[in-house]
């Protein structure tokens, strides 16, 4: 577990990235758009005491097993 405390850990899946943009309309991707979602609803958790762990944190793509490895190495 990465985490020695109480605090709870949460995955945040921005999905997306890399050779998979997702949807796109009007110069907008779907991957740029949840990542930087992503990026800001970890930082809010961590604001609020949790301890967020990132799927991906650039446009890369990340298998959904790789997802699930990095989500459980990082004790969500």
Request: hydrophobic residues 50%; negative net charge.
């Amino acid at each position: 577990h990465a985490v020695e405390d109480d605090r709870f850990v949460i995955a945040v899946d921005p999905g997306h990235g890399g050779i998979d943009p997702g949807a796109e309309r009007a110069g907008l991707n779907e991957a740029d758009l949840m990542l930087a979602l992503g990026v800001e609803l970890a930082a809010a958790l961590e604001r609020a005491g949790m301890v967020p762990v990132l799927t991906r944190t650039a446009d890369v793509f990340v298998s959904l097993q790789e997802r699930m490895s990095r989500a459980r190495a990082g004790g969500a």
